[in-house]
C-alpha cells in the first residue's frame, strides 16, 4: 500500500457531451480505517452511461456530483485493512464507491463476492448492475415470449447484450441495434441473435427493421432513443410492450429534440411504453443474480468485457461509451489484487 491515494474528481460541470476538462486526478493521503471500517484497494472501476446525468446540476433519480468532490460509481475492491469482524483482508467486495486507488468503507455498504463463481469483473457487468437491468427490464416489463419479436438498441453493449440473451432463452425472435459491423458479428455470431443492424451504415432504420421484422415489433427493449426509437414504433405490433431503459442519444443534448410523435401508434396498437430503474428491483437482485449466475454455469449466457487498464484512463473509457467503443461492459482496471489463493 502506497501512502497516496489518486482520485477523480468533477473539475466542472459540463455542457453538451463532457471531456477532459470535466475531470481532475488528485492526489490526497491514503485514508485510514475507523472502528469497524475497512480500508479497500480498488480492482476495478464500472463506468456506466447514467454518470452523465450525474454530472448535470439537473434534478434526476441519482444525486448530483458535486463540483470539486470525488466521482462515484460501481467499484470491484480488495480489503487490505479490517477493522472489522464481517470481512478479512484479502476479501473481494463490491460496492459504490469513489473513483480512486483506495477507499474506506463500512461493510454495510458492501456485498462480499465469491471470486470462485465467477471472474470477479462480472459483479460490475453480467452478474451486477447491468446484467440485473438486463434481466428485469426483460422478464418484467418487455415480457417477450416464445415466437414473439424483440428488439433491443445497445445490442453489443452491456445491458442490450444481455437483454437480448434472455430474450433468446425465452423463445423470442432477437433483432438488435449495434454500432459497428464487429458488434453485429458479435451478437449474431456469438449472443445467436436472429439479426444484427448496423445503424451506421443506413439511414432508413424503418425499412432495416421492416426487413428483420417481418412479422413486427411485440417487445421493445429501448437502451438508446432517438431516430432509431421512432422507427421501432412505427413498427410495434397490437398489445407490443416496451421498455424504456435509456436514453443514451439524448444524454449529452443541450436541447431536447421534437422529433415526429410517435404516439398516435400506441393508441391503434394498445401498446404499453414503461420506464423502469433497476433500483426498483433492489429487494430482488439476488434472484437475478443466481438466475444470470446459473446462465452462465450451463453455457446459455455469454458475455464480453472491454477492460481500459489504468486509473488514469477512466475518463476515457468513460468518454467512450458515447462513441461505441465498448464492446460488453466498460470497465476500468485499477489493480491486481494482492493475495491470491
Ligand atoms: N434504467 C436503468 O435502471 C438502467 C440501468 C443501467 C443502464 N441503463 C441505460 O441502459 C443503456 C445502456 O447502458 P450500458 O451500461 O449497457 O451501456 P453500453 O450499452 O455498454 O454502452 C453505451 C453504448 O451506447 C451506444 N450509443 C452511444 N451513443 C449512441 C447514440 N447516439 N445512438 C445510438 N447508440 C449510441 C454505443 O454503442 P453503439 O456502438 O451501438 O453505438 C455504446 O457502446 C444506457 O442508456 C443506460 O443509461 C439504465
Known sequence: MTE????????QRPTGKPDDETFELIEETTPTPGDGEVLLRTLYLSVDPYMRGRMSAAESYAEPWAVGEPLRGGVVAEVVESNSDELAAGDIVTGELQWAEYAVADPAEL??????????STALGVLGMTGITAYFG??????????ET?????????????????????????????GSDEKVEFIEDELGFDVGINYKETDDYEAALAEAAPDGVDAYFDNVGGPITDAVFTQLNVHARVAVCGQISLYNATEQPVGPRKLPTLITKRARVEGFLVSDFQPRWGEAIEQLA????????????TVTEGLENAPDAFLGLFEGANLGKQLVKVGEPERRE
Open 138 to 147: 426483460t422478464r418484467e416489463v418487455a415480457e417477450p415470449e416464445e415466437g
Open 150 to 178: 424483440f428488439v433491443v438498441t445497445g445490442a453489443g453493449g452491456a445491458v442490450g447484450s444481455v437483454a437480448g440473451q434472455i430474450a433468446k432463452i425465452d423463445g423470442a425472435r432477437v433483432v438488435g441495434f449495434a
Open 111 to 120: 456485498r462480499q463476492i465469491d471470486p470462485k463463481q465467477a471472474p470477479i
Open 4 to 11: 497516496t491515494n489518486r482520485v477523480f474528481t468533477l473539475a
Open 294 to 305: 446459473g446462465w452462465l454455469d450451463d453455457g446459455s449466457l455469454q458475455y464480453r468485457e
